[in-house]
């Protein structure tokens, strides 16, 4: 069997990219709240492979083929591939540059670099006997470009009583009848279910894993991939009445973008992918279809397909569809870009559904970030700036407490680059720095430096100048730690503690070093900068 991602990445981690993608997103309309997630997720995951030192390849694009671009397109009185280019340009690209995103690429299906190397692989597959020609007949839903199960659908109520509904889109499937070219996925069941048994975490969360092998072991049917009653699409090379079907095309993104059969040199040092971040609604497409197309072709299998939850809102997924679509900016106007990017990784266990409400966002917006974490560096800057005219000053008093802050440090490091390096607990990564923040914030209260500081004595003076180093200095872990969270905001701590002029850039800063005490150097200018978190106004129309 060929070999996993995550073969690769233990066999050969000096030379293979860590590659990190996102699901390419349909362009039927602008990015939601939904999207948004997937994509913090993936650049909060690769930023933080970076620091450890790593090679890294984050991919992220749009999906521009298939039914529902052509009906969106034909509504709004403009062709397919004008209507692609104008949602790339004006919505996608620059909501990804707003966020922060630092995605390596972003892959369009409509490329040339792309088109030709789908056709490619279709080709090897026919030629190897994998692909045939037939007929096909079943429900269809648009929303999904999937043919649907009996099974799966849902009875219409209201004005769809009577009609089968797509359980995703809750809207009314299509009865579809017409010539295909068929890939012989239903021989594939027994590889896959090989292959899960000996890669258990290849699929993520249990639950998604549970799910899919259940699905597999049911029996699979061969997979139609391609379409002949419209033609926006990539066409079968062999007989181009028929274009292939969206999804297998979608899917090859993640070869093609990264060189398949055009840049071997950059294959081979990337390919597969390591984690490939999807929603749970294409789970299938993306644990059962995509390995089973490259076993076919003799390419290694990725190391792992983690499905995040969806983001609720009253109850109902978030979508355009289901008109529950919030813009991204309408949250990063009033609370920051970086609070945003920190607040859905922090309130929703990833791989899990998880509700938004604004007072939710509010709540922790102001006892986590503002009051725990801003009012701290706050606090640490303006007393060595009032105490020892922003001279960092040097530790020379330490003792049990000090310890236990250095102590925290190490844990939460260790804690975190576990946690989201390795688990994509992101969650679980975040708490364990704010709770590391907390206890520096305990340490003050505990130690009462703006007491300390009437004691006038050398001894006193000591004791002072040791708890303000050791918070600062805490402070500097935590910057290094919460960079690929809160880039913005980590760099102005960076700056305010004067560390850009003694230890260099933050981003340069490596996760596993982050728990070594006393790297911030004596002497260093310490100034008090803006208000990391401001105090939020009230939102306009909530």
Not at 202 to 226: C, H, K, M, T, Y
Not at 489 to 497: C, D, K, P, R
Request: aromatic share 12%; charged share 25%.
């Amino acid at each position: 069997m060929a070999a996993t991602g995550t073969e690769k990445q233990g066999s050969s981690a000096d030379v293979q990219a860590y590659y990190v993608t996102t699901p390419i997103y349909y362009v039927n309309d602008a990015p939601h709240l939904g999207h948004a997630y997937t994509t913090v997720a993936g650049d909060v995951l690769t930023r933080w492979h970076r620091q450890r030192g790593e090679k890294v390849w984050y991919l992220t694009g749009t999906d521009e083929h298939g039914q529902k671009i052509m009906r969106t397109a034909e509504a709004n009185g403009v062709t397919p591939q004008e209507w692609c280019d104008k949602l790339v340009e004006e919505a996608w690209k620059p909501l990804w540059e707003h966020l922060g995103i630092a995605n390596d690429d972003f892959i369009r299906t409509t490329e040339k670099r792309h088109t030709d190397r789908v056709q490619e692989f279709v080709q090897d597959l026919y030629d190897k006997g994998e692909i045939y020609k037939g007929g096909y007949e079943g429900p269809y839903c648009v929303g999904c470009e999937e043919y649907k199960l009996p099974a799966d659908l849902i009875d219409g109520e209201g004005p769809y009583e009577g009609q089968k509904l797509c359980p995703i889109h809750k809207k009314p499937v299509e009865l579809l009848k017409e010539e295909n070219y068929f890939f012989k996925l239903s021989e594939y069941g027994p590889k896959l279910l090989e292959f899960y048994e000996a890669n258990p975490g290849f699929i993520q969360p249990e639950s998604a894993r549970n799910e899919v092998v259940n699905f597999v072991r049911q029996g699979l049917q061969d997979l139609s991939i391609s379409r002949s009653t419209f033609d926006w699409g990539v066409k079968v090379p062999w007989d181009e009445k028929h274009v292939i079907y969206v999804w297998i095309d979608a899917l090859l993104n993640y070869a093609t973008a990264v060189g398949y059969n055009e840049n071997p040199a950059k294959f081979a040092d990337t390919f597969p992918a390591n984690v490939h971040l999807v929603g749970k609604d294409i789970l299938r497409f993306h644990a059962i279809i995509w390995p089973a197309m490259l076993l076919a072709n003799d390419l290694p299998v990725p190391g792992r397909v983690a499905a995040n939850g969806w983001l609720m809102v009253g109850g109902e997924k978030m979508s355009k569809s289901n008109l529950t679509g919030i813009k991204p900016q309408d949250l990063t106007s009033h609370f920051g870009v970086d609070a945003y990017r920190w607040y859905f990784l922090r309130a929703i266990a990833f791989g899990q559904d998880g509700s938004f409400s604004w007072e939710d966002f509010t709540a922790r917006y102001t006892s986590e970030l503002a009051n725990d974490y801003g009012n701290l560096a706050s606090r640490v800057a303006a007393m060595v700036g009032k105490y020892f005219d922003g001279q960092l000053p040097e530790a020379t008093a330490s003792g049990s407490a000090e310890k236990a802050v250095q102590d925290g440090l190490a844990t939460a490091v260790t804690t975190a680059d576990r946690l989201i390096g390795e688990e994509l607990d992101f969650q679980g990564g975040i708490l364990a720095v704010f709770d590391f923040v907390k206890q520096v914030n305990g340490y003050l209260t505990e130690q009462e430096p703006w007491k300390v500081a009437k004691d006038t004595s050398p001894e006193g003076q000591a004791r002072l100048a040791t708890i303000l180093y050791t918070a600062a200095d805490a402070l500097r872990g935590v910057a290094v730690l919460l960079n690929s969270v809160m880039p913005r905001t980590s760099q102005a701590l960076w700056e305010s503690l004067g560390a850009e002029a003694s230890l260099g850039a933050l981003p340069d800063q490596r996760v596993q070093d982050a728990g070594a005490w006393g790297l911030l150097p004596v002497g260093s200018t310490v100034t008090k900068g803006a208000v990391l978190f401001p105090r939020l106004e009230e939102p306009k129309n909530q």
